[in-house]
């Protein structure tokens, strides 16, 4: 059976009827167990191999060689000889009576016989005496043998068995590859991961920026001449070795592509627009600048053997200021007037003539225009729909043919015009398939390359630069291969990680044991799938509030139960087959695979440990929220202490088995968190989850928290700073809202100050100023900074902290800051609203020499964390002493009815995303509810107007049978379905006490 050339090509498996005519032992078909599958395969049984030998044509090229040499290490794996090698016609050849597998290249051959793509390829082993191995090209004919390597098996009756079978196979897309390979640091292991790879026919690895912009900066950043050429030769050696397999290492290279030095003194460099990341200034008209960078890389690229370039242009801005380009200086408004095209299509050039000129030949060179998303494409009536539109049109005439520009992801839709403005050239898909915030073990997504397939006109360069997950790899192979593997789908749009864990059902249940199978070893497949089911997030266990928060995720107990559930379920397969590996089954995992596999059972049980330590701390803390009482939160935490003692001991146990053992480099974790998870990876607090837990039992038990406090002997040494809020001046930045409050409050204190939404990254949250206090005897005397905060919602809050302090004997009288605090380096604050904890900072950590008197502090919200509330109190400086332990009551809120209450938006967020029907309205939404006690059998729901006030979205908040006040809501993401202007959003308040809608508006911007 074939599939016809003009058909969709599904994979094709078939047994020929002599197979079903013939005994079982002759009839004996091995399953081809490869990735990626052959697009068509006819199947017959199998047969001994016999004497053998491999058969080149006279003066073969070198990727013969590399296509013998495969054969051969696969035969030295199963134990047998390697075959001789026997150039076709000659007299060795006439002479040989065995059978002959031969390796041609045959451009001219029928389509009928071999495929006409790029890259194509066939095999028949059916006949007795020979074998073919055919490409369209020299790649073709590699990847024949590649493929072949798998159809030499283990026999029964024989060494070696030969998988009888006819095979017509070809690529979807000409560059292939799933993201970057950290191996230069790893020279012996180099060679290894790219035969890996090579075999999975991904030819495209992107490797890590080098650690500098040319050969003398690498020289001064490694520390001399000598490290600087070793390192420049282990890369080339480890890019040549890739190269002569048809694999191109390419380079990533920063969206400040052209930057100008960053030293704000230079007039050259401040006289155009800064990078919003790197604060790095460029400048499309400082060729001296642009050429010097290009041409420095280029001649370092030479030096490694990196032959691929992908070069971002400037980056941020959005469709209505891209890269900047609205704020450039006058210079470049002089030289290229208002045409965007023509100034970037200028910066490409000097790059391409740098590489052409300098670079490593041959090499290939892809540039990334910005905006580089379709989803415009989607909106013709945005305002900005006509100059994206011109801009691309613009670059696709000016730019070189052979130059690929680059595409994001979106909707099939909206990528077929994205390739019709750009028609004949190349397009390098850029497809974030995952979420690298979230971070799964596995992402459906990886299914939707189909997406980007380009109908006929020129070919698409497809890259998968996610994350760095080993069963990546053979998915991404599959997919890029055969973009219609079965179980693929149309990219659906904003990011969905409860679908993405269970559609489509065939990629789960099907191919995802055996990327398993392929990645790890066939033996151990079906039970390593379940790991990488689920959707499970290393990062999410480690640091749920901080994850859930840069991923638009809820950090509730329910989202906890998932993950824990599907850890417990991934878990139990990896113990299956420890316990195989510890009766004494051998060869159960690839050797190569073996550091993956301890990797990932470390994984394993830091994720188990972890999510049911969060589980049981997130259920006693929404359990506080929803007035459960105290007699039934202390005795789920009694049993919940007995689940997590259990799964630390597990994980503890994992540890142990693989102690000393080789482990992989490879750690999933959130980049925008990798230096504190790691830490938390690195040294996971099993006893520390169990000593909380049991402070937690404590409160529900006796009602008491143990809080640090100033020891008594110390009570007449503190000045107060801040104490009840008097002479506070509040100054609230961005969308942070602050006030004072008399709940909670740490002491008896009169007032704390509250803070909400704290949402707003690398911007001040809020400054706080009072009347100056002289604290220079504190600072002579190694004084100490203290005051105490309380976080409510779910933990993880994240600020860096400043002192306005100043120094009297200086001109001037404006308090200055010195170095910042952060203050997740003196407390994690907890989820718990009514239980205060001490933060203790050395003076001189946060003053500046010679300041000694204080007016004021600012607080900045860290990178990542929880939105609020968040409350500070008590702040004074004190003589060294170490704080002292003291039970104190936990505060409680007003457990009256309450007689009055309402729903305020503390933030309000219209937000348009590309979904599966089209451009789609999502809301975000932020609600705190106030009131002046409880509300018994409440209901808390959302209803959206349109226009003309005709409801068209609802959503139930919450439903309990009583809520106390004040009560923070977990961070709203709300689809709504459709495509909105403007609606009116009814938060609707329903109580024994009370009825009350309350209502705010939310505009889309157009």
């Known amino acids: 059976m074939k599939c016809h050339a003009n058909l969709p090509r599904p994979i094709v498996l078939t047994v020929a009827l002599a197979s079903l005519l013939l005994g079982p032992a002759q009839a004996a078909t091995t399953p081809l167990k490869i990735i990626p599958v052959p697009r068509e395969i006819t199947r017959t049984p199998d047969q001994p191999l016999g004497p053998a030998a491999i058969v080149l044509p006279g003066n073969a090229p070198a990727k013969y060689a590399i296509a013998t040499s495969e054969i051969n290490l696969r035969l030295e794996d199963l134990g047998a000889k390697p075959l001789p090698v026997l150039q076709a016609g000659s007299h060795e050849e006439r002479a040989f009576s065995g059978r002959r597998i031969v390796l041609a290249v045959t451009p001219n051959a029928r389509p009928d016989d071999l495929p006409a793509q790029g890259e194509g390829y066939a095999i028949d082993s059916t006949r007795p005496g020979i074998v073919t191995l055919t490409g369209r090209d020299e790649q073709g004919m590699l990847w024949a043998a590649v493929t072949f390597r798998r159809m030499l098996v283990k026999g029964q009756d024989a060494p070696v068995s030969l998988l009888g079978a006819k095979i017509r196979d070809w690529p979807d897309f000409p560059y292939r590859s799933v993201g970057r390979y950290h191996w230069q640091k790893e020279d012996e292991r180099a060679k290894g991961i790219i035969d890996r790879l090579f075999r999975l026919k991904l030819n495209v690895i992107i490797v890590p920026r080098t650690p500098a912009d040319s050969y003398e900066e690498l020289v001064k950043k490694l520390g001399g001449q000598d490290a600087a050429e070793r390192y420049c030769r282990q890369v080339k ?69 990196v032959r691929a370039r992908f070069v971002h242009a400037h980056d941020g801005g959005g469709y209505n200021n891209p890269g900047g380009w609205h704020d450039r200086c006058t210079s470049c408004k002089e030289r290229f007037g208002n045409d965007h095209a023509a100034a970037d299509t200028h910066v490409f050039g000097i790059w391409r003539k740098a590489f052409e000129q300098y670079g490593p030949k041959p090499n290939l060179f892809s540039a990334v225009q910005y905006p580089y998303l379709a989803s415009v494409l989607a909106k013709p009536d945005d305002p900005y729909y006509d100059e994206t539109v011109r801009y691309w049109r613009d670059l696709n005439k000016r730019l070189d043919p052979g130059i690929a520009v680059c595409v994001r992801e979106n909707r099939v839709e909206d990528i077929r015009k994205f390739y019709e403005i750009f028609d004949g050239r190349p397009v390098l898909v850029f497809w974030m398939f995952g979420d690298e915030r979230w971070g799964p073990m596995f992402s459906a997504r990886i299914a939707t390359a189909k997406t980007f397939l380009r109908p006929g006109g020129a070919p698409v360069r497809m890259m998968a630069p996610d994350r760095d997950m080993h069963l990546r790899f053979p998915a991404g192979a599959q ?89 417990k379920q991934g878990f139990a397969g990896l113990e299956r087959v420890w316990a195989r590996i510890e009766a004494g089954e051998r060869d159960l995992i690839r050797p190569d695979a073996l550091g ?80 504190a998870q790691k830490t938390l990876y690195e040294n996971p607090d099993y006893d520390g989850h169990i000593q909380r837990l049991r402070e937690l039992w404590e409160i529900a038990q006796a009602g008491k928290v143990t809080e640090r406090r100033e020891p008594p002997q110390n009570a007449g040494s503190v000045r107060w700073l801040m104490q009840d809020g008097d002479g506070v001046q509040l100054t609230a930045k961005a969308d942070t809202k602050a006030c004072l409050v008399s709940y909670p409050t740490q002491g008896g204190s009169g007032k704390a100050i509250q803070l909400d939404n704290l949402s707003t990254i690398y911007k001040d949250g809020a400054s706080f100023t009072f009347p100056p206090v002289n604290i220079g005897d504190y600072r002579e005397k190694r004084g100490r900074l203290r005051f105490y905060v309380n976080g409510g919602g779910s933990g993880g809050h994240e600020f860096t902290f400043w002192l306005h302090g100043r120094d009297p004997n200086e001109a001037g009288n404006e308090p200055k800051t010195a170095d910042y605090g952060r203050l997740s380096d003196y407390v994690t604050v907890d989820g718990l609203e009514a239980t205060w904890q001490l933060v203790d900072v ?57 007689t009055w209450a309402k729903i305020e938006p503390l933030r309000v967020r219209p937000r348009e995303f590309v979904g599966e ?63 909105c202007t403007k609606a009116t959003v009814e938060m609707i308040i329903r109580s024994r006490e009370l009825s009350k809608t309350f209502t705010t508006e939310a505009v889309w911007r157009r």
């Open 917 to 979: 029907a089209g451009t789609e309205s999502r809301i975000e939404l932020l609600l705190r509810l106030t009131g002046d006690g409880k509300l018994s059998d409440a209901r808390i729901a959302l209803r959206f107007l349109d226009e003309n006030g005709i409801p068209f979205f609802s959503h139930e908040l919450i439903r309990a049978r009583e809520l106390r006040t004040p009560r923070w809501f977990e961070p709203l993401s709300l689809d709504l379905g459709r495509e």
């Open 237 to 305: 050696d480890a890019s040549d070795y890739a190269w002569a397999r048809g694999i191109a290492c390419m380079r990533l290279q920063s969206s400040h592509w052209g930057k100008a030095p960053a030293d704000k003194d230079d007039p050259m460099a401040g006289r155009c627009v800064q990078h919003r990341r790197t604060r790095e200034y460029f400048c499309w008209s400082l060729d001296a600048h642009n050429r010097r960078r290009a041409e420095g890389l280029a001649k370092l690229a030479a030096l490694t053997g």
């Open 479 to 567: 997919y890029m291969w055969n973009a219609n593997t079965p179980g693929a789908f149309d990219y659906p749009g904003g990011i969905r990680l409860d679908r993405d864990a269970t559609e489509p059902s065939v990629l789960y249940a099907e191919w995802v044991p055996k990327f398993a199978a392929e990645w790890y070893g066939e033996a151990v497949g079906r039970d390593l799938a379940d790991m990488f089911r689920g959707s499970i997030s290393l990062s999410y266990a480690l640091e749920p509030g901080a994850v859930a928060t840069l991923s638009g995720q809820p950090n509730t107990a329910a989202r906890m139960q998932q993950q824990y559930e599907a850890a």
């Open 842 to 898: 050395p003076l001189g950590k946060v003053l500046a020499r010679g300041q000694t008197e204080v007016s004021g502090f600012r607080l900045n919200y860290a990178q990542n964390g929880r939105q609020g509330p968040f409350w500070i109190d008590s702040m004074y400086v004190c003589l060294p002493a170490d704080p002292v332990a003291a039970q104190v009551p936990v505060q409680e809120r007003s457990s009256r009815p309450a």
């Open 596 to 675: 993956d596999f301890h990797r990932l059972s470390e994984q394993a049980g830091r994720i188990l440990a972890y999510t049911s330590y969060h589980l049981a701390r997130l259920r006693f803390e929404e359990g506080q929220r929803d007035m459960k009482p105290n007699r039934e939160l202390a005795a789920e935490l009694a049993a919940a202490l007995d689940r997590v003692k259990a799964d630390n001991a597990t994980a503890k146990r994992m540890d142990a088995r693989i102690e000393g053992k080789e482990k992989s480099r490879l750690t999933l974790l959130c980049e925008r968190r990798v230096a």
